[in-house]
Nanobody, 124 residues
Framework: QVQLAESGGGLVQAGGSLRLSCAASGRTFSSYGMGWFRQAPGKEREFVAAISWSGSNTIYVDSVKGRFTISRDNAKNTMYLQMNSLKPEDTAVYFC?????????????????WGQGTQVTVSS
């Protein structure tokens, strides 16, 4: 089992940047594919980005390509999401998640462990 804790959320103006972190504890972090998801009020949780166990493979939802970068540091048991050129429509609670699928996935149901989430608010 792995425990996940997100940090780095906050309020930022449109065009600004934030970096989210996801700290993992428990079983070996590098065993898991990892992902970021987000959920806006009244909407379903949606995929944002995922990264394979080694960090060599990444996938993104089209709406964040070129603006967001997912990365991980297995030595620090931490995953990151660098978010640039933020838009009001990026406003949501952001969740990190761990999957037993080592290559990661864009499917919510394929993740086994979830953090509590961190709020990101982008003002116009």
């Amino acid at each position: 089992q792995v425990q996940l804790a997100e940090s780095g959320g906050g309020l930022v103006q449109a065009g600004g940047s934030l970096r989210l972190s996801c700290a993992a504890s428990g079983r070996t972090f590098s065993s898991y594919g990892m992902g970021w998801f987000r959920q806006a009020p009244g909407k379903e949780r949606e995929f944002v980005a995922a990264i394979s166990w080694s960090g060599s493979n990444t996938i993104y939802v089209d709406s964040v390509k070129g603006r967001f970068t997912i990365s991980r540091d297995n030595a620090k048991n931490t995953m990151y999401l660098q978010m640039n050129s933020l838009k009001p429509e990026d406003t949501a609670v952001y969740f990190c998640a761990a999957s037993l699928l080592r290559w990661g996935s864009s499917v919510v149901g394929q993740y086994n462990y979830w953090g509590q989430g961190t709020q990101v608010t982008v003002s116009s």
